[in-house]
T-cell receptor
Framework: GAGVSQTPSNKVTEKGKYVELRCDPI?????LYWYRQSLGQGPEFLIY????????DSGLPNDRFFAVRPEGSVSTLKIQRTERGDSAVYLC?????????????FGPGTRLTVL | AQSVSQHNHHVILSEAASLELGCNYS??????LFWYVQYPGQHLQLLLK??????LVKGIKGFEAEFIKSKFSFNLRKPSVQWSDTAEYFC????????????FGTGTRLLVSP
């Protein structure tokens, strides 16, 4: 079946603008994760959903970042008042049940550039 | 808090050379350990994982890793690399407490010359 998909693949915006990044997980996967990868770094955890609820949002850097998963499938990461430091690749992953031994399957990422 | 260290940031090998990439983690409890690979132009994919049992884990494409609890290490090995192994390799850990987030190392870029 299809893997995790993310749209758009690239997003260029101006400082101060609002952006939305979308993630479509693998069908049937109940757990969904967002990570952020800056240049030269490994992915950094942002938020984890189990079903519709955010089970852990401890990685969100500040209140400009927000994510939703209203129907337990597609998720949207929302960034308000973007800053140049938000430029990174935003990765989405999903796993079948969310137990810690599950494999997380990653999407191709959205490269966000804030000018 | 958990952390992962990958000390080799860039590795250059010739085809047929042996590979060992280091990974050390910091966490006092039981952990699950993962190696992910990102080939040029592709997304992250799982190479192998360890969560219990035999500490020597075999993964795809001839890769293996050994969990040494006393050293907090999970080094990745391959006896003979191929040009197609050129990629970036990430070690990751999560706590075996039902807590899902993966903590990644900074990655190792491997270049295999033909």
């Amino acid at each position: 079946g299809a893997g995790v998909s993310q749209t758009p693949s690239n997003k260029v915006t101006e400082k101060g603008k609002y952006v939305e990044l979308r993630c479509d997980p693998i069908s049937g996967h109940t757990a969904l994760y967002w990570y952020r990868q800056s240049l030269g770094q490994g992915p950094e955890f942002l938020i984890y959903f189990q079903g519709t609820g955010a089970a852990d949002d401890s990685g969100l850097p500040n209140d400009r970042f927000f994510a939703v998963r209203p129907e337990g499938s597609v998720s949207t990461l929302k960034i308000q008042r973007t800053e140049r430091g938000d430029s990174a690749v935003y990765l989405c992953a999903s796993s079948l049940t969310g137990v810690s031994t599950d494999t997380q399957y990653f999407g191709p990422g959205t490269r966000l550039t804030v000018l | 808090a958990q952390s992962v260290s990958q000390h080799n940031h860039h590795v250059i090998l010739s085809e047929a050379a042996s590979l060992e990439l280091g990974c050390n983690y910091s966490y006092g409890g039981t952990v699950n350990l993962f190696w992910y690979v990102q080939y040029p132009g592709q997304h992250l994919q799982l190479l192998l994982k360890y969560f219990s049992g035999d500490p020597l884990v075999k993964g795809i494409k001839g890769f293996e890793a050994e969990f040494i609890k006393s050293k907090f290490s999970f080094n990745l090995r391959k006896p003979s690399v191929q040009w197609s192994d050129t990629a970036e390799y990430f070690c990751a850990v999560n706590a075996d407490t039902g807590f899902q987030k993966l903590v990644f190392g900074t990655g190792t870029r491997l270049l295999v010359s033909p």
